[in-house]
């Protein structure tokens, strides 16, 4: 079997995970939930605008910390996104599990010793 076919055999494995298909589940359920949807995206770009501002060098005020601590509490009482963003997590643990086990061995470069 070549690697292109193992990868397309691995590929088809993950998608028929028990996580992976909970999270499609707790996913859809999010989306049929226009509240929950918005309230979501909002969170998402928000943690993305303070990530940036983070990154750039730039320290966040308290207001800042407090607003977005506010709307993750909010969040968190959502249970179809609290539960999605759960389910986002076990996949994303699996994935990072997979990388380290296809490419943890691998020498890649040229390293000075």
């Known amino acids: 079997m070549s690697t292109y076919d193992l990868a397309h055999k691995l590929a088809k494995e993950i998608k028929n995970s028990?996580?992976?298909e909970e999270y499609q589940e707790k996913k859809q359920a999010v989306l049929n939930d226009?509240?929950?949807k918005d309230m979501l995206l909002d969170y998402q770009k928000q943690e993305q605008k303070l990530q940036s501002k983070q990154i750039s060098g730039k320290?966040?005020?308290e207001e800042e910390k407090e607003k977005f601590e506010?709307?993750?509490?909010l969040v968190q009482m959502n249970?179809?996104?609290?539960?999605?963003?759960?389910a986002e997590q076990r996949v994303s643990v699996m994935l990072n599990d997979l990388q380290r086990i296809l490419f943890g061995d691998l020498e890649f470069?040229?390293?000075d010793e």
């Open 18 to 20: 028990d996580e992976y």
């Open 79 to 86: 249970n179809k996104i609290s539960e999605y963003l759960e």
């Open 59 to 61: 320290e966040l005020t």
């Open 34 to 36: 226009e509240k929950a």
């Open 109 to 111: 470069g040229i390293i």
């Open 70 to 73: 506010n709307l993750r509490n």
